[in-house]
Every structure is written in C-alpha cells, then in structure tokens.
C-alpha cells in the first residue's frame, strides 16, 4: 500500500503546535465527526497515531509522556470539521492544559452513567445488524 492509498494520512506539524513534533493524523474520507468515520477508518488513525507516539519517544525532540486528542463536535471544542487526531508530545512544566472538575463521583451515580453506555453500545451492536 502506497502513501496516497492509504486510508489515513499524518501532518507532520499543525500551524499552531502545543509543543515540537505535535501532530495530526487525517483520515482521507471524509467524516465530520466521531459518528460520521467508518470503524475500520477509526482504527487506522488510532493505529497511526500511536506509531506517532512511539515514534515521538525516540525522536531526540523533548517527549516524557504523549496526549492524544480528538474534539468531537462544537461541545468539545470542535473547530475543524472533519475528524483529525491531535499526537501531541508532552513534558513536565510544558504550557498545555486540560482544565476539569476532578472530582470522585458518587457509586449510584457511576453506575447510572456505566449502565447509559452500556446501553448504547447494545444500541451500536443492533445498528450493525
């Protein structure tokens, strides 16, 4: 398989890199979002990136850890409108930020929101038949 036949594509670098080596790998279909990509599509990105990742790590560029970061949709902060995977190398006192409340949960509530997904991935199961 060629470079222009395979079903996703890498960028080394985006025009506004978190830190060196941040990168994006892009699937050549077309998909707006998480609900638009073909399974077989999202495996091949994840699969990219994590080489991405590995690759970072021994690159000489300054990497202790890797984020790897997909915005689906405008409530995720969704800004380009087709489906790319931020491979962003990390290190410690580096500038990038993921502000959240990190609270524990309560156990009713956890199982609440397990037993929401389970049932909808049993929804996903009964799309595909």
Do not use: K, Y
Request: net charge positive.
């Amino acid at each position: 398989m060629n470079r222009r036949t395979r079903p996703c594509r890498q960028s080394p670098a985006t025009l506004r890199p978190v830190n060196p080596g941040h990168a994006l790998v892009v699937p050549r279909t077309h998909a707006v979002g998480l609900e638009d990509l073909q399974e077989d599509i999202g495996v091949q990105v994840w699969t990219l990136a994590h080489r991405l990742g590995r690759a970072l790590r021994r690159s000489g560029l300054r990497c202790e850890g890797v984020n790897l970061l997909l915005a689906d949709d405008e409530a995720a902060f969704q800004e380009v409108f087709h489906v790319h995977l931020h491979v962003i190398p990390r290190f410690a006192g580096d500038a990038f930020r993921i502000g959240a409340d990190w609270r524990v949960d309560e156990r009713e509530r956890l199982d609440r929101t397990s037993a929401a997904v389970r049932c909808g991935l049993a929804a996903l199961d009964t799309s595909r038949q």
